[in-house]
């Protein structure tokens, strides 16, 4: 018997069903979105705070084409699939949602969300907020845990394992 239960990958249709169900019940689903490409520390913090926003919480994930787009051509380092169920095997997210646009506007059209997180670092725009705010929910910026980022723990692989040939 398994006690780790599947994560849980759904479409852009069953993610507004469950947002509509939760509406119903008084709940609150929040909504947060990235590339999530190698988790670290930072990202575990994020994720809980922003399940504690509301009752549920739904990650839009970058597509793997999105992210070449977003960050290049050697990014991501893991697969969508791969960076799918990493997520969703995280306590704190209860489902996610792969999207391959640029940014997630249009999905949290379809989805409307009540709360949406974004960490401080993108205070100066926030993909959704409007149709957020319009249909009466709310945004919420997240501090960032200084030194966490896949930025620099890919920097720091390659400055451990990058500078030589004997590297086994």
């Known amino acids: 018997m398994s006690i780790i ?15 509509d169900r939760l509406n119903a019940e008084g709940k609150k689903l929040v909504f947060t979105n990235g590339c999530f490409d190698i988790l670290h ?3 575990v913090t994020y994720m809980t705070f922003a399940r504690n926003q509301g009752d549920a919480l739904v990650v839009g994930l970058n597509s793997d084409a999105s992210v070449k787009r977003n960050k290049g051509e ?13 997520l969703g095997s995280l306590r704190a997210v209860d489902y996610v949602v792969i ?10 059209a379809k989805i409307i969300p009540h709360v949406l997180v974004k960490g401080k670092d993108w205070a100066h725009y926030v993909s959704g907020r409007e149709v957020v705010e319009a249909n009466g929910g709310t945004v ?25 040939d004997d590297n086994s």
């Open 74 to 86: 050697n990014r991501p380092i893991n697969s969508e699939e791969d960076r799918a169920f990493v």
């Open 99 to 108: 999207f391959d646009e640029n940014e997630p506007k249009e999905l949290i």
């Open 41 to 43: 520390r930072g990202h």
């Open 5 to 19: 239960a599947e994560p849980k990958l759904l479409t852009p249709e069953q993610v507004r069903a469950e947002r």
């Open 140 to 164: 919420v910026l997240a501090d960032m845990v200084d030194g966490k980022s896949t930025t620099g723990t890919i920097e720091k692989i390659l400055e451990v394992y990058g500078k030589s």
